[in-house]
Every structure is written in C-alpha cells, then in structure tokens.
C-alpha cells in the first residue's frame, strides 16, 4: 500500500493534500481524507505546543514566515528557543500531518512519503535550511519539491501523458504571482525548470483587494466609503489586473529565449486564481489552452501527494527510496523580481 502526503504551506494559506493507491483502499485512521485547508499562522500555548491557523483574541499570533527569502536571523522565541522562519515552517509542517493523519511524523510506517514544497526561486541553502528544520521535528525522511514541479506532476497525472513540450505554470497567490516555465512529458529533464522562476508582489489576492479599496475611496487619503463595487465592475478590475501581469509572462520567455508560440499550455494555479476572469484573460491574450483545476488552491499540494506516493512505489529492493522528485540540490536558482 503506497500512499502520499503533500503539502504546500504558503504566506496566507497551508494546504495538505493525500494520494491513496489506485486500488481505493485507504489505510487506517485518517489517511485518504479529503485536502485540508489552515491559514498559515502559528500560536503557542504555555507549554510550547503548536496551533495553525488560529487567531486568537488575545495573545501573540506569528504571521508572514513561510517565505525564508524574506527573512533573516530568528524571527519567534517560545520559551528559551529562538525560532527561524525554517523552524517555523516545519513547526507548520509536522502540526498538519499530526492533525491529517493521526499520529507525528516518526510514528508513520513505511509506506507513507511526504513531499514538502517551495518556491522555485530558493537557492540551495535556503532549501538546506528548510530540509535541516524538517529533520528537527522529525521530518527527516520527508522530501522537497519546488512548487511548479509539483503542479507539472498534477498535470501530467491528470491530462497525461503529455506530448514533450513547454508548459507555462501561473501560480496566483494570495501574496504574489509566480511565474515558471517548465518541460513536460517524456524526456523531460531531471530539473525542468527552464530560464528563471519570476515573481513579483504586484499581482495577486493582496494586491487586488488593494485595488478594490482603491476604487472605493473618495481621494487618496479619505477613508473607505460605505458601499461596494458591482459583479460587473470587479470582474473588469480583475481582467485589467491580469492583462497587467502579461509583462511578468513574457519576461520569462525572454529569459528563457523562447516565444509564446514554443509553449503549449498554461497551468494556473493558486487561491488567488478561482474567478474565471483569470483564466478567461489569459486564454485569450496568450492564444494557448489554459488549464485550471476545480480548486487551483490545492494543485500543488495535490501534485505534491502524487509525487510522495510515486517515491514510495519507487523504493528499491534494498529499501532505499530512488530520488523521483526533480530540480532540488541541482543549481542554484535565483529570483528574478519584476
């Protein structure tokens, strides 16, 4: 019985997902439930254990931590310990798979792989950190996996197998757009990222809700006025919002040295993603057939649990798992910001 367990834990929202074998059969206690979703913010309690996705009335809530590129020495203490934006991650990380499956991490048998994304953009030691952190809660075993390998993974589960080609994956966050060009289908390379990830902070839910409030204020310094814009109204604000962030597409194709016409498909992924304006904009701007799942929020983690269950079918005769996760200790990337 192979079974897997991703996770993708972003700035707003965590979200974990499972993939039982195909045979239905889910094993015991809760594994095979249905994805989960946190907001990403962590609380202590006096004896130092963990809550996500609480925000208490009172007392201190820690936010904003799971991008480790914006961060740099301890950023929580609890008790005498000095917490990392690392620690807190795999803090995230091993309080969901307690609260999904049953039971901490070191008590999972050996037919259940956990993947843990990241963005693309993470150099090597950010993502030794991340692994290091992982290990401290006992997470050793875990893998990691960039986020748009892990969207690549859920759309070759669903839509493949795919022809060899490009696919352009649109990750519409609540805190930014991500932007990340990679090979699919057979002979695809060990790490398919091609040219830079690119992200920009322009774009996305944030930075729409921004947008909103604009709109609905008298002047630049007066106060929100009581009344709210029409479905009509929003639905154009959102097309202008993503017609806007084209430029961050084709900047990536320029960094790749490729056109629009060597890419196949669009994937869009992310919670910020749901209204179908997104889609719609840019099937028609960028001329190529765009794919969304039912939920975009959960593509990653979903890809993720696909690729844990695959590691875990991949173990050897010897016990060793073969390393099927791509694009993880192999080059340094760099985030190319717009």
């Not at 609480?54 to 203490?77: K, M, N």
């Not at 993502?127 to 390998?149: K, Y």
């Not at 269950?309 to 717009?338: E, I, N, P, Q, Y």
């Amino acid at each position: 019985m192979a079974f897997g367990v991703g996770l993708s834990i972003g700035t707003v929202n965590t979200v974990c997902a499972t993939a039982a074998d195909r045979s239905g059969k889910n094993p015991q206690g809760k594994r095979g439930a249905p994805p989960t979703t946190w907001r990403t913010t962590l609380t202590f309690d006096s004896s130092g254990t963990a809550r996500v996705g609480r925000i208490p009335r009172h007392g201190r809530v820690i936010t904003e931590f799971a991008d480790l590129s914006q961060r740099g020495g301890p950023v929580a203490r609890v008790g005498h310990r000095a917490l990392s934006s690392a620690d807190l991650v795999a803090t995230v990380a091993d309080s969901v798979i307690k609260e999904v499956l049953g039971k901490a991490p070191a008590g999972l048998d050996g037919d259940t792989g956990i993947v843990v994304t990241h963005p693309a953009g993470y150099s090597v030691n950010l993502v030794t950190d991340l692994r290091t952190a992982l290990a401290g809660v006992g997470l050793g075993e875990a893998e990691l996996m960039a986020e748009p390998i892990a969207a690549a993974t859920w759309l070759e589960n669903q839509r493949g197998p795919l022809m060899p080609g490009l696919a352009v994956i649109y990750d519409l966050g609540g805190s930014g757009l991500d932007v990340t060009l990679v090979r699919v289908g057979a002979g695809a390379p060990s790490n398919p990222i091609v040219g830079l990830p690119l992200h920009s902070a322009e774009f996305g839910g944030r930075a729409f809700g921004a947008l909103v409030a604009k709109k609905l204020r008298r002047g630049p310094d007066a106060p929100v006025i009581s009344r709210v814009m029409s479905d009509s109204d929003t639905g154009e604000l959102r097309a202008e919002h993503i017609r806007q962030s084209l430029d961050l597409v084709y900047e990536s194709l320029r960094i790749a040295d490729v056109t629009m016409a060597d890419v196949d498909r669009v994937l869009v992924v992310g919670g910020a993603a749901r209204p179908p304006e997104v889609a719609e904009v840019l099937s028609k701007q960028l001329a190529r057939p765009v794919i969304v799942a039912p939920d975009p929020e959960r593509t990653i983690a979903d890809g993720a649990a696909i690729a844990a269950r695959r590691a875990v079918l991949a173990h050897d005769s010897s016990g060793h798992r073969h390393h099927v996760l791509t694009g993880l200790f192999r080059r340094v990337t760099r985030v190319a910001a717009l």
